[in-house]
């Protein structure tokens, strides 16, 4: 169960860093978007230390 968990939050933090290399790629990139994109990455990192 925890080893599905670890793997499913893996799979969001990789997710979260493909969309935010693809935001920061952009000509003009979303300042607001990557700050979200960063504090989602930032929660899941957190919460896989807790574990």
Request: hydrophobic content about 35%; overall charge positive; charged content about 35%.
């Amino acid at each position: 169960m925890v080893s599905s968990h670890v793997a499913a939050l893996n799979d969001k933090h990789a997710g979260l860093e493909a969309r935010l290399a693809s935001e920061q790629s952009r000509p003009h990139p979303d300042d607001t978007t990557i700050k979200r994109l960063k504090r989602a990455k930032l929660r899941i990192k957190e919460e896989l230390a807790g574990l």
